[in-house]
């Protein structure tokens, strides 16, 4: 009895663990020559929650964040605690997609289970899509939209998953908007999910899949992996 409680009262603390997600947001465009913001994120974005730096848990304050230029040129950028959120500024010197990326391990175990997150951000400077293929290159796990078309309301917008430049096995993607709708899809065996916006603004994309993997962390045993990837999406009436 007391081998069951246990377990209940662990799974439940986990919950909120594993709705929490780290993600960047930045103007998704941008020009040369004028310095562009980066923000940070811990917490939940549907119920517009985001957590107090020292209240982030475990190592997450640890995490970097990297941008790749147009060329494949990789940048750690410097970030700095601000209230509840990381900011960094970065200047853009060529035209081109610039690739934000975070890819962080959590320190602990919990429950058997070793945490990979990954956050995503793109930056089209002066439009221009050269350098957008960078992000499989750079980002073991990614969720990606048709960046060559505009995000508008009501019309179908697809997500696609890749881990390793493959598809992940059983991967999810949940869609959360700006006014905290959530809905949870599964991704179809090609490793894609596809809704239709019901409002403007900024939606949340997160991508999840559990890696049947084996070994120790930091000293610890996991029995798995969990991945979670983020990418902020912006649609227009």
């Not at 377990?7 to 603390?13: E, M, P, Q, T």
């Not at 995000?151 to 998953?161: D, G, I, M, S």
């Not at 999810?172 to 409002?199: H, I, L, N, R, Y």
Request: aromatic share 12%; net charge neutral.
């Amino acid at each position: 009895m007391k081998k069951f409680l246990f377990s209940v009262i662990l799974c439940c603390s986990l919950q909120p663990l594993f709705a929490h997600a780290i993600w960047i947001e930045t103007v998704t465009t941008g020009k040369i020559g004028q310095p562009q913001e980066v923000r940070v994120f811990l917490g939940e974005y549907a119920d517009n929650e985001r957590d107090s730096i020292q209240n982030w848990f475990s190592n997450m304050k640890d995490f970097t964040l990297y941008l790749v230029k147009p060329d494949g040129q990789k940048e750690k950028l410097t970030c700095t605690a601000n209230g509840n959120y990381f900011t960094a500024t970065f200047t853009p010197t060529v035209t081109g997609t610039h690739v934000l990326s975070i890819d962080h391990t959590v320190q602990e175990v919990y429950s058997g289970s070793k945490i990979h997150y990954y956050a995503m951000g793109l930056v089209k400077v002066n439009n221009s899509l050269t350098g957008a293929d960078n992000v499989k290159d750079y980002t073991d796990f990614s969720l990606l939209t048709n960046l060559k078309k505009t995000n508008k309301l009501h019309q179908p917008a697809t997500v696609q998953l890749s881990y390793k430049k493959a598809v992940p096995a059983a991967g999810e993607v949940t869609v959360q908007s700006p006014e905290g709708w959530t809905k949870k899809f599964k991704a179809s065996q090609a490793g894609d999910v596809t809704f239709s916006p019901a409002w403007a603004g900024r939606y949340m994309l997160e991508g999840t899949f559990t890696e049947e993997a084996s070994g120790q962390h930091e000293g610890k045993d996991f029995k798995r992996v969990w991945h979670c990837v983020t990418y902020c999406m912006d649609v227009d009436k």
